[in-house]
């Protein structure tokens, strides 16, 4: 079992950077596949950046080069660093959690469909406009 809550979302200017949080807990020693999902109004939610248990990292082709997802050491909190922020990036940001594939394999964010994963924070808002 794992519980999740993202924070930091708010309103930036296009080109504005935003660090979205997510902590997490774990009710066994288990580790999971972690990731950053986002579903803007009339949309389908989206895989946006993932870290595997080993830590590589994953990320859909609209955020390359200016989204970075990382963890802090003890891996109990997860961060997404967004920069040059557009306003197609407006969305509702959900961090989630899954369990790995088989070991410690953590299918990329950009093959892996939201439903693969079973813990979903309540999300946060981002949005970029002038």
């Known amino acids: 079992q794992v519980e999740l809550a993202e924070s930091g979302g708010g309103s930036v200017q296009p080109g504005g950077s935003l660090r979205l949080s997510c902590v997490f807990s774990?009710?066994?020693?288990?580790?999971?596949?972690m990731g950053w999902f986002r579903q803007a109004p009339g949309k389908e939610r989206e895989g946006v950046a993932g870290?595997?248990?080993?830590?590589?990292?994953t990320y859909a082709a609209s955020v390359k080069g200016r989204f970075t997802i990382s963890q802090e050491n003890e891996k109990d909190i997860m961060y997404l660093q967004m920069n040059s922020l557009k306003s197609d990036d407006t969305a509702v940001y959900y961090c989630?959690?899954?369990?790995?594939?088989?070991?410690?394999?953590?299918?990329?964010?950009?093959?892996?469909?939201?439903?693969?994963?079973?813990?979903w924070g309540q999300g946060t808002q981002v949005t970029v406009s002038s």
């Open positions: 989630a959690a899954r369990p790995p594939v088989v070991g410690t394999l953590c299918p990329a964010i950009t093959t892996t469909r939201p439903d693969d994963y079973r813990y």
């Open positions: 870290i595997g248990v080993i830590g590589v990292t």
């Open positions: 774990r009710r066994t020693t288990n580790k999971y596949c």
